[in-house]
């Protein structure tokens, strides 16, 4: 079946500090990637989405493309802030299925 | 605005008791999901349901129950019979099935 890799977490930063947390899958079709971030204690958030080959997903100086050669969605961050710590789920669908969550990456970003 | 209400925010239950958990949705969507996040884990899908009326085992139904009556609403049942219900539950609604998902606020339920 369907499945989504995330890098094994925590991943600690300083403020300022370049992020990219690697997301790679294993589906059948084309199925369309999505990132959700979870704040303490909150539900999941869409961060951003691309669905199909190529596109580039942004939001919140968050960025994603997605690669169908190496069947990845790493998610990178020029310069991350304390307001991001979090766990950050990378996530995939198919047309009529449900969703398959990657096991989520938590970050913690330090001043 | 449109989105996702889970009730209560915290709930406690005494072991051998049933409790259900609200969730109501105003965005018009057919599919809704319940989902059980354990500490520094991942999401586990409990049920789900594409219409109203009618509902699909997740992942890890045993102990629990739904219902879809209504196409806003679709209630989670913590029966006596889950051994371990102490999670934090998470309620989702999406267009249809192969669409991102909306999520609620969460409810952390703690047995005591």
């Known amino acids: 079946g369907d499945s989504v890799t995330q890098m094994e977490g925590p991943v600690t930063l300083s403020e300022e500090a370049f992020l990219t947390i690697n997301c790679t899958y294993t589906?059948?079709?084309?199925?369309?990637l999505f990132w959700y971030v979870q704040y303490p204690g909150e539900g999941l958030q869409l961060l951003l989405k691309a669905t199909k080959a190529d596109d580039k997903g942004s939001n919140k100086g968050f960025e994603a493309t997605y690669r169908k050669e190496t069947t990845s969605f790493h998610l990178e961050k020029g310069s991350v802030q304390v307001s991001d710590s979090a766990v950050y789920f990378c996530a995939l669908i198919n047309y009529g299925q449900n969703f398959v969550f990657g096991p989520g990456t938590r970050l913690s970003v330090l001043p | 605005d449109g989105g996702i209400t889970q009730s209560p925010k915290y709930l406690f239950r005494k072991e051998g008791q049933n409790v259900t958990l609200s969730c109501e949705q105003n965005l018009n969507h057919d599919a809704m999901y319940w989902y059980r996040q354990d500490p520094g884990q991942g999401l586990r899908l409990i049920y789900y349901?594409?219409?109203?009326?009618?509902?699909q085992k997740g992942d890890i139904a045993e102990g629990y129950s739904v219902s879809r009556e209504k196409k806003e609403s679709f209630p989670l049942t913590v029966t006596s019979a889950q051994k371990n219900p102490t999670a934090f539950y998470l309620c989702?609604?999406?267009?249809?099935?192969?669409?991102?998902?909306?999520f609620g606020s969460g409810t952390r339920l703690t047995v005591v």
């Open positions: 349901s594409q219409i109203v009326n009618d509902f």
């Open positions: 589906a059948t079709g084309y199925p369309s």
């Open positions: 989702a609604s999406s267009v249809g099935t192969g669409y991102g998902y909306t």
